[in-house]
T-cell receptor, first 118, second 111 residues
Framework: DAMVIQNPRYQVTQFGKPVTLSCSQT?????MYWYQQKSSQAPKLLFH???????NEADTPDNFQSRRPNTSFCFLDIRSPGLGDAAMYLC?????????????????FGPGTRLTVL | GEDVEQSLFLSVREGDSSVINCTYT??????LYWYKQEPGAGLQLLTY?????DMKQDQRLTVLLNKKDKHLSLRIADTQTGDSAIYFC???????????FGTGTRLQVTL
């Protein structure tokens, strides 16, 4: 089945030790998103790629980087994880960016990776 | 500005209807979405409504939109234990790609 896959589902890292989270999709969607969701909070958009065009949210810390080597894969790199970076990280995809008000731009989410920082 | 609010918790008995409410502030919101999140899982899109609509029905789900009051609701008919989850409403303003989520409503279904 076409889907959004995230690996690993659970990741444990040490304070300051770089970590990479992976997202892949078989939907052939042009847009891929990374969200951070802390416990009992709403998901918060970190950045998105439209094809190879990277778009960072203004309040996303520099500690967070992303790579998209091809249409199917997108990676989230946390260069020096702090205790405050422990969260669920959600990847999502959509067909395209909304160019018209009437565009649906529905986002499809993966199951998430829960990151623990020791 | 963008702000989406939801009540934190709702408890209903199995078989009853559930109504989850959401208010938003961005008058330029074009699409409004409802997502379901089960424990330890990602977000599952349930339904969405375009801002020129008042109501949308999809099987057991009914979405009502009051654009004047910026109020959105999700009604689940014949609520089942499998409906227990956190429900997030989200808005998309204009042609922005960014979704703004509410804080989520935890629905508990009791026997």
């Amino acid at each position: 089945d076409a889907m959004v896959i995230q690996n690993p589902r659970y990741q444990v890292t040490q304070f300051g030790k770089p970590v990479t989270l992976s997202c892949s999709q078989t939907l052939n969607h042009n847009v891929m998103y990374w969200y951070q969701q802390k416990s009992s909070q709403a998901p918060k958009l970190l950045f998105h790629y439209y094809d190879k065009d990277f778009n960072n949210e203004a309040d996303t810390p520099d500690n967070f980087q992303s790579r998209r080597p091809n249409t199917s894969f997108c990676f989230l790199d946390i260069r020096s994880p702090g205790l405050g970076d422990a969260a669920m990280y959600l990847c999502a995809t959509s067909t395209t960016l909304p160019t018209q008000v009437s565009s649906t731009d529905t986002q499809y989410f993966g199951p998430g990776t829960r990151l623990t920082v020791l | 500005g963008e702000d989406v609010e939801q009540s934190l918790f709702l408890s209903v008995r199995e078989g009853d209807s559930s109504v989850i409410n959401c208010t938003y502030t961005d008058s330029s919101s074009t699409y409004l979405y409802w997502y379901k999140q089960e424990p330890g899982a990602g977000l599952q899109l349930l339904t969405y409504i375009f801002s020129n609509m008042d109501m949308k029905q999809d099987q057991r789900l009914t979405v009502l939109l009051n654009k004047k009051d910026k109020h959105l609701s999700l009604r689940i008919a014949d609520t089942q234990t499998g409906d227990s989850a956190i429900y997030f409403c989200a808005e998309r303003p204009g042609t922005a790609s960014k979704l703004t989520f509410g804080t989520g409503t935890r629905l508990q279904v009791t026997l």
